[in-house]
């Protein structure tokens, strides 16, 4: 993988982990375009580093609310801040049962799926197009509410599903405040995204042997920078009630995807 190809995929990485497109769906869109050729190992290290700066960039624009959520449960208290964690915990189970049990099933739809991408990404645009006409609430994330959001986000492990469209939308659609609810689902993802990148380190199945370590570099920096980027403008934008722009967006990408798959 050249500069270039590093540069775009990053920042296609850190735009949509966030804005919700579909990180997962594009990355797979981006290489297919780009005519990845890559080997496994060296697409999933490369994978795990932009998954590792998105990541970062979440703990960096949150990183007060983090801190005040460690310290809050740290007291063991069963205060709001504890609440929130224990919520957030609720929230990774459907995801991890997911990832534990059906890895293999998951695995077999990337690859180079355009039509279920396209497809995917069709069923992101309505749920973005419900959410955005829903009324705004006061109303916090429950623990109900969490475990079902969890669901959402489990069911977006597939390529096209956008997470955060997903859970964003999910929240809102269950009467909860659409500010509180994108602040739950950037958060509920951080320790998913590193559970998945020591389980991947820790399988043996990445290769670090010529490696292009530039790339890999250049990579990281463009997905963190763009991830600030997005995190920070999604968080407005549902506030705002925009998210009917990117259920436009995904639609059309989505047809595109599914005509290219036909006529291929």
Same mark, same amino acid.
């Given at each position: ?7 775009i995929l ?5 735009? /949509? ?17 780009? &005519?990845?050729q ?19 960039? /979440?703990?960096?624009?949150?990183? !007060? ?5 460690? *310290? &809050?449960?740290l007291n ?9 964690f224990? !919520? ?12 534990l049990?059906?890895? %293999? ?11 279920? $991408? ?18 705004n609430?006061?109303?916090?994330v ?8 969890? $669901?959402s986000q489990?069911v ?8 955060? &469209?997903?859970?964003?939308? %999910?929240?809102?659609?269950?009467g909860?405040?659409?500010? !509180?609810?994108? *602040? ?5 993802? $951080? ?9 991947d ?5 990445i290769? /670090?042997?010529?490696?292009?370590? %530039?790339?890999?570099?250049i ?10 980027f997005?995190?920070?403008w999604m ?6 009630? !925009? ?6 967006y995904c ?6 995807? $599914? ?6």
């Open positions: 993988m050249d500069i270039i190809d590093s540069i990053g920042i296609l990485q850190g735009l /949509t982990e966030f804005l919700p497109v579909s990180s997962s769906g594009h990355l797979e869109l981006g290489k297919a375009i780009l &005519g990845d890559s080997v496994p190992e060296e697409s999933l290290l490369f994978t795990v580093v932009l998954h590792f700066a998105t990541a970062l960039s /979440t703990i960096v624009v949150f990183r !007060k609310d983090i801190y005040q959520l460690i *310290r &809050g449960a063991f208290n069963w205060n709001a801040d504890l609440k929130f224990v !919520k957030i915990a609720v929230s990774m189970i459907p995801a991890v049962v997911v990832g049990f059906f890895e %293999t099933q998951l695995e077999q739809l990337f690859g180079g799926n355009i039509f279920l $991408v396209g497809w995917m990404l069709m069923v992101t645009a309505m749920l973005l197009f419900l959410a955005d006409k829903a009324k609430t006061n109303k916090p429950s623990f109900k509410n969490a475990f079902v959001i969890g $669901v489990a977006a492990m597939l390529p096209g599903i956008s997470r955060s &469209g997903a859970t964003i939308s %999910t929240s809102v659609l269950l909860n405040d659409k500010t !509180k609810a994108a *602040r739950f689902s950037f958060l509920m993802v $951080v320790p998913l995204i590193f559970g998945k990148i020591a389980k380190i820790l399988s043996g199945d290769s /670090t042997e010529s490696q292009n370590f %530039t790339a890999l570099s990579g990281f920096i463009a997905a963190f920078i763009s991830g600030l997005a995190c920070t968080i407005a934008l549902v506030k705002k009630s !925009k998210l009917s722009y990117f259920a436009a639609l059309v990408v989505g047809l595109i995807a $599914v005509w290219i798959s036909w006529i291929n």
